[in-house]
């Protein structure tokens, strides 16, 4: 933490600031960068869970393509049927693009946030 960072003021129930004292003699931190860690942690768990999602996104719309294209591929409905599954295919193929893109960005983002952080539970002691 550098000393030209931001200053504010916070206003925390007194059990909520028992925990972060307790926390920071635990770990040898000061209260200041057990926040900071505590922090941190939280965005990175979000962005992780965002990742999972989109993977868990992917996996379903790879799914469905391969349900579609086989029921195209198998030619035995009516003309319509098939042209209404073609644009269908074509839809989650652009979702899928879509996804990827976002999977990528996640990624990228995650892998920052992990070499940015400092190490799990570091002590000064």
Do not use: C
Request: negative net charge; hydrophobic residues 35%; glycine residues 2%.
């Amino acid at each position: 933490m550098t000393a030209d960072a931001p200053h504010f003021k916070i206003r925390l129930p007194r059990t909520l600031k028992a925990k972060l004292d307790q926390a920071s003699r635990l770990s040898g931190l000061s209260i200041t960068a057990e926040i900071v860690y505590r922090l941190e942690d939280s965005f990175a768990s979000i962005e992780t869970k965002m990742l999972e999602h989109r993977f868990d996104e992917l996996d379903t719309v790879n799914r469905e393509i391969d349900d579609l294209q086989a029921f195209i591929d198998k030619g035995d409905a009516d003309k319509q049927a098939i042209e209404n599954a073609r644009t269908q295919l074509q839809s989650l193929q652009r979702w899928h693009e879509l996804l990827i893109d976002q999977v990528s960005h996640l990624t990228m983002e995650v892998s920052k946030q992990q070499e940015q952080s400092p190490p799990k539970r570091a002590s000064r002691k």
